[in-house]
């Protein structure tokens, strides 16, 4: 096999666009000399790691995150971001006078470290009326012109056979730009507010793409994504050409993409969206519109949630203008705020409802299925796995995880929608396995020992045909068994994990409430977030 | 800073800063080894995040008296297993034939002991050299992953063409990788 040839079939493996026949011949050539091919495919690895932008630092910050994210190590994370960062992490907050005090006492030498324990003890997020900015300045009408590229102390790499000029003297990797099209028209809420004006832009190129998608979709990856998609039952991915990457989740539909002088503008019609938005140059943000409001952003970490009636804003890093009626609100990180319905809602609520479209999913463990019996039609339901109920949570590479706002301190009742559809044996076919991170139960799982962990391995999916709500054993009638309730440490966004206990679960919703104290029945339909 | 052995002594005794600068210092060398079979960044990115966590939580059973940098490579291996078994039911048939092949020579080279770190390092430097097409062109690929025959429609090429030129720029960058390993 020659090198051009071998390099041509370990492409088309990595697109999974090679032939069956193609796949035999490489298979032949990696059985016959592995270590060629595993140069070729370590090659494209390391260059990839190469044009990686996330360093040391990013790694680092991340990793702390994500140890105080999923094991509570708030020790660790402090020291851990101390020592192993160069520079502040990317939360950078206003200073405000009530802090003032706590970080003198901090010390000036624990600056840094006392800005990292302030942003995880911030008190709950300010309604959405408490500020009002005048709308910003228009933006300047002409764009801004092609960077001149920088000069080169080195002469540039060449292949070693100079290949004949490109077909097009410059190649651009972008697509060739398209006519206007109409938009698309708009989606009428019930109840429709005034639109909101959407950003001037120039539809002119393709900028973002499908980069990967989780389940029954019927998205393509690569497919240019700017006319706009809607996702079925799983997730799509997006990435642009500046390194912003949206997830956008189950029944989203996002009717276009477009980019013009003003900036790029996502139109975003209903569904959950979280995004990481890379820098924006400070006059071309990038703006979600929804049939609500728009959501101008510069560089942040964010998650939309758009309905008939609202647009729910969440931000986790940076800070986000949303604009309404000619009005806008800045929301900054571990705040959200609501527009669309009528007053604001409350910060700290009450009911807090969780759907299998909002869930993340990792691993192969848990599939979305459809349902016409769930609360949405759809749940989340467990394949088979390796591992016991009584195996510990923490090194499980599959799970679903939910994300949402939550305040610190306040007691939730946690009731779970389930039921099973294996007709067994039921003692092999009613567990789940539920874990709030960074949080306090009210209870320890005695399928866990001693080991310091909130997993709860809930029990009774299967005590009743059908589907009821139970909490931690299905038995919370009794007073020996009360309802598992969860306190959340911080304010902000708390995570919730779902680990499959036996198969053929499903998990409709998850209900955190302050208010349903005893075992609802089956029938009951949890309240709006209120 | 301490010495290695001093940090993983610490680490197993509980002290999670220590823990932290094992992590500072493994986390390249750990990334370039796992993308020597994970093409996908973001893929190698949290594999090796998931090897850190299981390496915190099984720090106890590691014999100080050994090297560090292979058992949290062999931790790494593990993880990036889970991750192609996970992987090989989202794939077609075809794909699966040469996943199958992979794996049976899974850990026969001699250099799968190195991590590759230097190699990455090395790279870096070529990439830079490179005129702007032509590393825009690298990095939708091998960095956003964008599809060949997608890459190809949007730059109006063939997939045969943009495929050979790909081929052009991955050997000029492999022969400049390993001049500078030679002079390093």
New interface residues.
């Given amino acids: 096999m020659t090198p051009e040839e071998l390099h041509r079939l370990i492409e088309e493996y990595r697109d999974g666009t090679i032939s069956a026949a193609d796949a035999r011949r490489l298979a032949d050539e990696i059985r016959a000399d592995g270590a060629r091919v595993r140069r070729e495919i370590a090659l494209s690895g390391h260059l990839g790691q190469a044009l990686d932008p996330s360093d040391d630092e990013a790694f680092a910050r991340s990793f702390a995150e994500r140890v105080s994210a999923e094991r509570g190590g708030d020790a660790f994370r402090v020291e851990f971001e101390k020592r192993s960062l160069h520079r502040p992490i990317r939360r950078v907050r206003p200073a405000r006078p009530s802090i003032v005090p706590f970080l003198i006492a901090a010390g000036f030498l624990l600056a840094v470290l006392a800005a990292v324990v302030w942003q995880n003890q911030q008190p709950p997020a300010a309604p959405v009326a408490v500020k009002v900015e005048p709308p910003p300045p228009p933006p300047p009408e002409e764009p801004k012109p092609e960077p001149r590229p920088e000069p080169k102390p080195e002469p540039p790499v060449r292949p070693p056979e100079p290949p004949k000029p490109e077909p097009k003297p410059e190649p651009k990797l972008e697509p060739p730009p398209v006519p206007p099209t109409p938009p698309a028209p708009p989606v009428e809420p019930p109840a429709p507010p005034p639109p909101p004006k959407p950003v001037e832009t120039t539809r002119v190129v393709a900028i973002a793409t499908i980069d990967r998608v989780e389940g029954q979709v019927s998205l393509k990856v690569g497919q240019d994504a700017s006319p706009g998609f809607k996702v079925g039952a799983g997730a799509a991915h997006v990435v642009f050409a500046d390194g912003t990457r949206l997830t956008v989740g189950p029944d989203a539909a996002v009717r276009e993409i477009a980019k013009g002088p003003k900036g790029t503008r996502v139109d975003f019609a209903s569904g959950t969206l979280t995004a990481d938005v890379a820098k924006q140059p400070a006059e071309q943000p990038l703006t979600f519109v929804t049939p609500h409001g728009e959501a101008r952003v510069i560089g942040t970490v964010l998650r939309l949630v758009v309905d008939a009636t609202s647009t729910r804003l969440e931000v986790k890093e940076g800070k986000v203008q949303l604009i309404r009626d000619g009005k806008t609100v800045t929301v900054s990180a571990g705040q959200y705020a609501v527009t669309g319905g009528g007053a604001p809602r409350s910060l700290s609520p009450d009911e807090i409802v969780l759907t299998p479209q909002e869930a993340q999913l990792k691993g192969a463990e848990w599939t979305l299925r459809n349902e016409p019996k769930a609360l949405t039609g759809i749940v989340l339901e467990a394949g088979t796995v390796p591992f016991k109920v009584t195996d510990h949570v923490e090194t499980r590479p599959s799970y679903a995880t939910y994300t949402f706002f939550a305040p610190a301190g306040k007691e939730y009742r946690i009731w779970l929608r389930v039921t099973s559809q294996e007709k067994g044996d039921p003692w092999l076919r009613d567990m789940v396995t539920i874990e709030p991170t960074r949080a306090t139960m009210n209870q320890k799982s005695p399928f866990f020992g001693a080991a310091p962990t909130t997993a709860w391995v809930v029990t009774g999916v299967a005590s009743t045909p059908g589907f009821s709500w139970v909490s931690g054993s299905g038995e919370e009638a009794k007073a020996q068994a009360p309802p598992l309730v969860v306190k959340f440490n911080e304010t902000g966004f708390q995570n919730i994990r779902l680990y499959v206990g036996h198969p053929w679960v499903r998990v409709d919703a998850i209900w955190l409430s302050a208010t349903q104290k005893t075992r609802p029945n089956a029938k009951v339909v949890p309240p709006a977030e209120k | 800073m301490m010495e290695e052995r001093d940090l993983i002594r610490k680490a197993q005794q509980g002290d999670?800063?220590a823990?932290?600068?094992l992590?500072?210092l493994y986390?390249?060398r750990l990334?370039?080894f796992?993308?020597?079979?994970?093409?996908?960044?973001d893929e190698?990115?949290d594999i090796?995040?998931?090897g850190?966590?299981?390496a915190?939580?099984h720090l106890d059973r590691f014999d100080a008296g050994k090297e560090f940098g292979p058992w949290l490579r062999a931790i790494c291996r593990n993880?990036m297993l889970?991750h192609f078994r996970?992987n090989r039911?989202?794939?077609?048939?075809?794909?699966a034939?040469?996943d199958?092949?992979?794996h049976?020579?899974w850990g026969?080279?001699e250099?799968e002991l190195e991590d590759?770190a230097d190699?990455?390092a090395a790279?870096?430097r070529?990439?830079d050299?490179?005129?702007?097409?032509?590393r825009?062109?690298?990095?939708?690929r091998?960095?956003?992953?964008?599809?060949?025959?997608?890459?190809a429609?949007?730059?109006?090429?063939s997939a045969?063409a943009l495929?050979?030129?790909?081929?052009?720029?991955?050997?000029?960058?492999?022969?400049?990788m390993a001049q500078r390993l030679e002079n390093a």
């Fill in positions: 999670r800063d823990f932290g600068q992590v500072a986390q390249a990334r370039a796992v993308a020597r079979y994970v093409a996908r960044p190698v990115f090796v995040q998931d850190f966590i299981d915190m939580e993880r889970n996970s039911v989202r794939q077609n048939a075809a794909s034939l040469v199958a092949a992979l049976e020579t026969t080279m250099d590759g190699r990455v790279l870096k070529c990439v050299k490179l005129e702007k097409s032509q825009e062109l690298i990095e939708m091998y960095r956003r992953e964008v599809p060949l025959a997608d890459l429609r949007r730059l109006g090429r045969a495929s050979m030129s790909l081929f052009r720029l991955r050997a000029a960058l492999e022969k400049c």
